[in-house]
Structures are given as C-alpha cells and as structure tokens.
C-alpha cells in the first residue's frame, strides 16, 4: 500500500464532524453485561466502540508532582487545543493497575517512582544505567505539544516534557549490528496489582514490553517522557520514565521504564502476544487499516466539555505526523504490516 503523503499536522475546523450519539455510559453498558474493562483485548467485541468514560467522575487525585524547567521545541505543534489536564491523568491505560480507566489513577496513587533505575543496554559499546535524578539532568527537557492516538479510537492532544529517545541511544553508542530497541516496564507484582491478578491485569503476562526498528527509535519526534503540563509525569501516566510514538497507535508508548535494549532481532510486543491478528508490531496510526472489530477512519477526540460534548473527528494518516514519517515506510505494505 502506498502511503498517502499529506500534511494533516493541523486538522481543520472543518474536518470536525459533531460527535455520533452512541458513545454510553458505564452504568449502561454494566446493565447490558457487557464488560466496561479490557478494551483491546480480543474477547471484547465492543472494544473501542464503546469505550467508557469515567473521568466524568471527580476522583481525587494525589499530586505528588513536581514542576519542570523546560525549553520550547521546534518539534511540538502548539496550535494544537489541549487536551485538559484532568483527563489526561483520569483517564488512563495502564493495565498493571487495572483495566478501567480511572484504575490507575486510583491504585497507582503510592507506587515509589524515585529511587528508579534505567538501564540502556544489548548491543551498545557503553551500556549506561541513568537514576532517577538522571532522567531529569542529562538532556535538555523540552516541552513537545503532540497528538496521542490511542487503538480504540479515542485521542488527546498533550503537552509532554521530555527529550528524543535518539540521545540516550546515541550515548550507549551501539554497534552496527543493532536493528531494533526492546522496551521493558517495571516488574513489580507488589505495587502493580494487575501483574499480581491475571484478572485485574487483563490477561497479560507482564512486564509489559515494547519494541521499535532502530530507525524509528532514533527519530526526533521518538520522545522519552518525563512530564506533562509542566511537572513531572503523574504514576498513572507512567512515572518516571515513558516512551512517547506520536505517529503510532499509543499501546507503543510504553509506561515506566526499567530497561531499553538494542538488539539484533525484532523484540517481542505485549499486545502482539496477546492478539496478534489484531495488534502488530508497527502499530501506526493509519484510517486506511481497520482493527479487526472497530474502524480506524475516525476517532473521538477528548478536549474540553464533558463526555457527551467530546467530539468525532477523522483520523489522520500516521496521527498527522506523514510528512516526518512516512520515509520510513516507502515501500512497505501497511496493510500486512499493521
Ligand atoms: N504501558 C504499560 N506498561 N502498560 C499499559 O497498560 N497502556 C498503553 C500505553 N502504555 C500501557 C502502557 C496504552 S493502550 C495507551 S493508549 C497509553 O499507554 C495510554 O497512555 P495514557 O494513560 O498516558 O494516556
């Protein structure tokens, strides 16, 4: 398949169609027995239609964060509405502490995010491990406005804090033989009940792993997050340390990282183990590739107003990031590589 390239950094007022009436509310979806949780997984066939949002409800956060120096970025879109900043911390995916969204919010409030470690290494000439204090000190932070598209059609647009992945990589110098980048979360059953119960844990078998081909890894707009909105990253958003893909399907950007290998083979992916018809390795945002339950060609944009207000818009080809992109995929079939 060829790839369309268009500029859609910026969508247009009118690309914007008013959101369809069919999204329903936790309680509805409860009295139809349908399960509210685990919307990617395989066995919820109205995964990504009918995704809950709770965040209506004010759950009370704890805010133990703290702000950030940053410098502005020639890669962030700053024309770009927000998304609040109280959605982007109650509604979450983190499935180590449970599959609706406002679980991590709720029982990721104590999970220790400092002491941290970070080990960079696999087929690098200097193997590196950044602390926590590390993370903050090493590279410039600079704040990057991007779009998150998640796999069940819903998006946001968030002002991350960060720096390109491509710095980390380039300080372990790897070896020509690295091809790819294998991301590790934290293994801890003990703060991460979803890694405790199979059950609360949606049925993955953890840590959580990630994985980019190495030119996707070193491009700019590849960022390690360590805020949002100013401070550093809430728990639920992926304390300390969380990889952020603004072209690929968010399942990529992957939440507290213990471990970044270079490696000489395409590293295993968790939602690929998982469901691996539905889920691919590549993951990139594309209108033309529907999931297997859901269509791809439009998404639900979470900004101001409540749930009922949030609106329908197109989805864009690579979440509108094509012109920067698409030259890594000339010639490949995004079809098959989905
Ligand atoms: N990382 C880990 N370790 N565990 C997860 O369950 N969920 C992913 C991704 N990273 C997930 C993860 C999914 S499906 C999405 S859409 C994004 O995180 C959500 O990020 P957010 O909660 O900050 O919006």
Redesign the pocket.
Known sequence: MLIKKTNKWDLRESDITPEPIYHQRRDILKKLGIAAAS??LASNATAGIFDVFSSDDQTSVVDNRRSLTTIKSSLSNPTLSLTPEKK?LQ??????FGTDKTD?AERAKNFITNPWQVKIDGLVNKPLTLDYDDLFSSFPLEERIYR?R???AWS?N?PWIGFSLADIIKRADPTSKAKYVAFQ?LYDPKQMP?QASRSLG?G?DY??V?GLRLDEALHPLTLLSVGLYGKTLPP???APL??VVPWK????????IVRITLTDKQPPT??NILAPNEYGFYANVNPNVDHPRWSQASERFIGEGSLFSSRRQPTAMFNGYSEAVASLYQGMDLKRNY
Do not use: A, D, H
């Open positions: 919307l990617p982007i509604y979450n995916n983190f499935y180590e991590p998150l998640c796999v069940e946001m968030v979360t979803g949606g993955i840590p959580y990630e639920q958003n992926g969380r990889l399907y968010g399942f990529k950007s992957i939440k507290s968790t939602w």
